[in-house]
Antibody, heavy 124, light 111 residues
């Protein structure tokens, strides 16, 4: 069955960097787009970034564009989220999701499976 | 820009039915959406993909107590025979090239 496991969360000071990873299993990883979504304390779900099946197409929320980078390694069935210049507003649980589609575009752009999340706390 | 609007809260009694609504912004009534359930301390769970024509496909393992329907710009999630474990936050979500958009979520309380 599909299994997604996020890792890499922790406490980090403002302005610093952190790298999250998501290990996937149970499906043909290289055939699906993958995304990151976050939930800040007491708030709703917020989309962060999506990457196409081949890694060539990447899209970001305006709130993280230029600071976060999504990437994938299809040989290791993992995606990553490199987060730079973190600020307290980035404090959240970060979830990775397998998308139903391939391209990260306007077709089947929703996740049919999600991980359990990893907590990132940005605080001095 | 597509905006999804949800009521912040809803409540219904154990064993009853409840209908949650997600409204697409003007000009976007043809968009398909997905409904996700979010319980505390758990990852989101896909409930269904719901098309503008009212057809829907449930996620893996989702019981048929969960159904969907569409009317114009409104997308509905109906949960019948409410159980205590249905108490959760429910989010609608749609997609465009370059982004995914979530509604603000509806907190469902089972009385």
């Amino acid at each position: 069955q599909v299994h997604l496991v996020e890792a890499g969360g922790g406490v980090v000071q403002p302005g610093k960097s952190l790298r999250l990873s998501c290990a996937a299993s149970g499906f043909t990883f290289s055939s699906y787009a993958m995304q990151w979504v976050r939930q800040s304390p007491g708030k709703g779900l917020e989309w962060v970034a999506v990457i196409s099946d081949d890694g060539n197409n990447k899209y970001y929320a305006e709130s993280v564009r230029g600071r976060f980078t999504i990437s994938r390694d299809n040989s290791k069935n993992t995606i990553s989220l490199q987060m730079n210049s973190l600020n307290p507003d980035d404090t959240a649980v970060y979830f990775c999701g397998k998308e139903r589609g391939r391209h990260g575009g306007d077709t089947l752009g929703y996740s049919d499976y999600w991980g359990q999340g990893t907590l990132v706390t940005v605080s001095s | 820009q597509v905006v999804l609007t949800q009521s912040p809260s809803a409540s219904a009694s154990l064993g009853a039915s409840v209908k949650l609504t997600c409204t697409l912004s003007s000009g976007h009534s043809h968009y398909n959406i997905a409904w996700h359930q979010k319980q505390p301390e758990k990852g989101p769970r896909l409930l269904m993909k719901l098309d503008s024509d009212g057809s829907y496909i449930r996620g893996d393992g989702i019981p048929n107590r969960f159904s969907g329907s569409s009317s114009g710009a409104e997308r509905h999630l109906t949960i019948s025979s409410l159980q205590s474990e249905d108490e959760a936050d429910y989010y609608c979500q749609t997609w465009i090239t370059g982004g995914r958009i979530f509604g603000g979520g509806t907190k469902l309380t089972v009385l």
